[in-house]
């Protein structure tokens, strides 16, 4: 009997913008977490693992006027225009909480604002603007990628232990140093191979060691954007394009 293969599926989102508070800010295992809350999280919704939002930065001296959204798009009022950055949602619908972990680095707009918030600061954020949902029960599952990925990783990895899948699950994580894999120890029953050191020529001969499977399959290759075209390239006309899933997480600017 052929299998009959479910892909991935796009669903848009109602675009909003909301000014969330601060609950409480913590550090945890190389990243700062940041507990969200506030009546304007009422309608958030989050189908994706890997969903973005853009958080805006707020610039001292100045007052960010979050954009409208209208039927011609999206307009801004003023010239203030902050900076901003792409972050995955970790929502407790039940909470009416939002969390965010920031991966703390040197010199980021985003890192540097979320080592110094605390309770009753304010943040706006937008999205997201639409999902991808990914069904969970692909028979085997390959999930790729550095630090700016962690928290998608994260995020998909507590779903499927929640809903005790019997599914096949391998992930290989690149890192600046051992500290960070504490991040994600409380996920030790899944099958998690750290590579200590971002060395891209390693990854990508873990990614050619591997075998996989000519169906029931989904593979997640995600962070800096030119490595990540580097990794998928030998995989082209291999694989369904549908059930691989290749994003850019950032871009380094010495590319």
Known sequence: MTQVTTYPQRVRNELRFRELTVLSSERVSGFQRIV???ESLTGFTSRGFDDHIKLFFPTPGTEFVPPQ???EGIVWSGDVRPPSRDYTPLFNAARQELTI???VHEAGAASDWAVNAKPGDTLCIGGPRGSLVVPEDYGWQLYVCDESGMPALRR??????ALNKA????ALVTIRDEALKGYLAHLAQFDIEWLVGHNEQAVAERLAALKLPPQD???WITGEGKVVKRLCEPL???VDARLLRAQ???HSKNE
Request: glycine share 10%; charged share 30%.
């Open 248 to 250: 850019a997480y950032w």
């Open 101 to 103: 972990d920031f991966y």
């Open 156 to 161: 998909r990895l507590e779903t499927l232990s």
């Open 36 to 38: 969200f809350g506030g």
């Open 167 to 170: 599914v096949k699950v391998k």
């Open 217 to 219: 399959y989904f593979l």
């Open 236 to 238: 082209e006309g291999k």
């Open 69 to 71: 959204v209208t039927e």
